[in-house]
């Protein structure tokens, strides 16, 4: 049984920092990211990571987040500094990522979620 649960969101000024941490346990897969969406907006992958420590970022968060996993404490987290207006959103933590081809296309889906954690910049 796989639970991620996130922490660590709040409000915040422009500029200022926060940390994200997710803990995942039940779970040793290769992938996991950090999501975030706004009321209106897609869902946006923010960062993720893999197993060999590969990570990828989205550009408007470029040179700003940093994701990080201590696998010997299964935490995930994403360290947010100089933060903006546009980064509010419910953050979100996801994991087990796998590519699905259809007629309609193909897309990353991803199996476990956490719950969320709100992030607001004023």
């Known amino acids: 049984h796989v639970q991620l649960v996130e922490s660590g969101g709040g409000s915040v000024q422009a500029g200022g920092s926060l940390r994200l941490s997710c803990v995942a346990s039940?779970?040793?897969?290769?992938?996991m990211g950090w999501f975030r969406q706004d009321s209106g907006k897609e869902r946006e992958e923010v960062a993720s990571?893999?197993?060999?420590?590969?990570?990828t970022y989205a550009d408007s968060v470029k040179g700003r987040f940093t994701i990080s996993q201590d696998n010997d404490k299964n935490v995930l987290s994403l360290q947010m500094n100089d933060l903006k207006v546009e980064d509010t959103a419910m953050y979100y933590c996801?994991?087990?990522?796998?590519?699905?081809?259809?007629?309609?296309?193909?897309?990353?889906?991803?199996?476990?979620w956490g719950q969320g954690t709100q992030v607001t910049v004023s």
């Open positions: 990571i893999l197993s060999d420590g590969t990570t």
């Open positions: 039940g779970y040793s897969g290769n992938y």
């Open positions: 996801a994991a087990e990522r796998s590519f699905v081809v259809g007629r309609w296309g193909s897309k990353y889906e991803y199996r476990y």
